[in-house]
């Protein structure tokens, strides 16, 4: 081979290097474009799922809604002013004690009775805020009212210090 | 070899690498256009705010889920909603948790049927195959 031709096979592989790594990052941008499109397509907003859950805290009498004793009635939308505590909030909904952190938390706020309670892994991290009209029932009357229930979406997990 | 023949040995290599970049794009896009995974985490959402919409429902209520999921089999327990393609891998299952009230159970296996029905009675969530009237 004279000195052109190996001038020619030097400049070829120098190209094909370049053009290899160009390649390579081409590929793996286009997988990371696929998988965030898809992640696009599967995603849900967090209100909407919040929403679903917290149908329960007005809505069946394991939670807080009224029921009828006499009756078997159960009142949608009415608050029972006597369950609306934070044991019965916990045996309606709950996160798992040590990672629930991750899931949904909420802290319920009825404005004019002026009560408060929160899930148990809730720590005033509020992503957003849902308003229901609710009727509250305090002993043998019905008051209208508001459930604002706040929602902590997710906290991320601590950083561990391995030094510690 | 004279120039002549180490051209074209290159401009041979030069194609199949061309082609080669080609195929793995190709293999890549057709892997994803062939996937059940984006349908498997659609209906394993879905299934999970149907619990959700269910235990908030004040009396009993059936619902069926709009299409045909005879691809998937499914596990409802207590705390979760597992979506798979029989065989494959657990890494691969599509799963969604949950948190019940204290009380309700929530049961059912349902294994490639195209339609399939979430019933609420009393405090039970059951997943099932649809009937004919409930489809």
Known sequence: ?164 | MNKKGESIILMIGELLAVIGVIFMTMQIATRFAKSDAVVKLQVVQDMEMMVNALVGEPGDAIVAYPTDVSMFSMILTNEKITIMVKGESELKKAIETFNLPEGFVAQGVVEEKAKVCLEKKKEVITLRECTKDES
């Open chain 1, 1 to 164: 081979m004279n000195h052109k031709g190996q001038f020619d096979v030097a400049r070829k592989t120098i190209f094909w290097m370049i053009a290899g790594f160009l390649i390579a990052i081409i590929i793996l941008a286009f997988t990371f474009t696929i998988a965030d499109y898809r992640s696009k397509l599967t995603y849900v907003l967090p209100q909407m799922k919040a929403e679903f859950i917290t149908l329960r805290f007005a809505n069946i009498p394991q939670c807080f809604a009224y029921k009828d004793d006499l009756t078997g009635r159960v009142y949608s939308s009415t608050i029972d002013l006597e369950k609306f505590t934070k044991e019965r909030l916990f045996s309606c909904y709950h996160t798992e004690p040590k990672e629930g952190y991750q899931d949904f938390n909420f802290r319920l706020v009825l404005k004019n009775a002026n009560k408060e309670i929160f899930t148990n892994n809730y720590f005033n991290k509020d992503d957003f805020t849902q308003f229901k009209r609710v009727l509250v029932k305090d002993g043998d009357s019905f008051k209208e009212d508001t459930l604002i229930v706040y929602v902590q979406q997710y906290i991320s997990k601590p950083e561990v210090n391995p030094l510690q």
